[in-house]
C-alpha cells in the first residue's frame, strides 16, 4: 500500500490524538467524513495503523525504574534463541524486546517497581539459557520519548535527491 499526502496528514493527527473523531481529522484533511473513514480502516487493514493506545505515565501508576538491558548470548543454535524469545515476549515487564545485528544480541528496555523488582526479573531472564553477557543500564531522567514516527523524513529526503539531481543534470 502506498501512502500519500492525505495519508501522511491523517497519520500525523492520529499520532498526535487517537481520540480525534474521523469529522475532526477529516476537517483537518480537507475530507469529508466518509472518505477519512475509509483511508484510515484501508491503513489499518494494511497494517500501517498497527494499533491505537493511550501512552501512561509509568511513575504515575507505581513504576519508577526503567532499565536498558544488552544480551549476549552464548548458544545462536535457532531452537534455542527461539525458546529464549518466546519467554522473553511473555515476561510483562518487558516492553521493548529487539534482535541485534552486532557484538550484542538483544536489546530489552524493562520497566518495573524499585530495584529489588528489577533484581527479580534479572534472575528469572538469567535462568532462560546460559547468556555471554548482560549489562543494565539504569535511567536516571528520560530526556526525550516519542511515539510518532517523523512521516515527512521520506518526503523530505525524496525531494532532497530529486533537487540534487537537478542541480546535477
Known amino acids: ?53 493511550a501512552i ?6 507505581g513504576l519508577g525504574v526503567a532499565v536498558q538491558v544488552i544480551i549476549q548470548t ?7 534463541i527461539e525458546v529464549f524469545i518466546e519467554a522473553v515476549c511473555a515476561m510483562p515487564e518487558v516492553v521493548e524486546f529487539h534482535r541485534l545485528a552486532g557484538d ?5 528496555r524493562v520497566v518495573t517497581i524499585d530495584v529489588r523488582h528489577y533484581e527479580a526479573f534479572y534472575r528469572r531472564l538469567t535462568a ?8 543494565s543500564y539504569f535511567e536516571l531522567q528520560q530526556l526525550k520519548s516519542e511515539t510518532a514516527l517523523p512521516l515527512g523524513l521520506a518526503q523530505e529526503i525524496a525531494t532532497q535527491t530529486e533537487v540534487a539531481a ?4
Open 104 to 108: 550484542m544480541d538483544f536489546f530489552l
Open 128 to 135: 532462560l539459557m546460559p547468556l555471554t553477557r548482560v549489562s
Open 1 to 53: 500500500m502506498k501512502v500519500d499526502a492525505v495519508d501522511r496528514k491523517i497519520l500525523k493527527i492520529l499520532q498526535q490524538d487517537a481520540t480525534a473523531t474521523v469529522a475532526e481529522i477529516g476537517r483537518a484533511v480537507g475530507l469529508s467524513a466518509t472518505p477519512c473513514w475509509k483511508r484510515i480502516q484501508r491503513m489499518e487493514a494494511c497494517g500501517v495503523i498497527r494499533k491505537r493506545v
Open 74 to 80: 552464548g548458544d545462536h543454535a535457532p531452537q534455542t
Open 166 to 169: 537537478e542541480q546535477q543534470g
Open 56 to 61: 501512561l505515565a509509568p511513575e504515575k501508576v
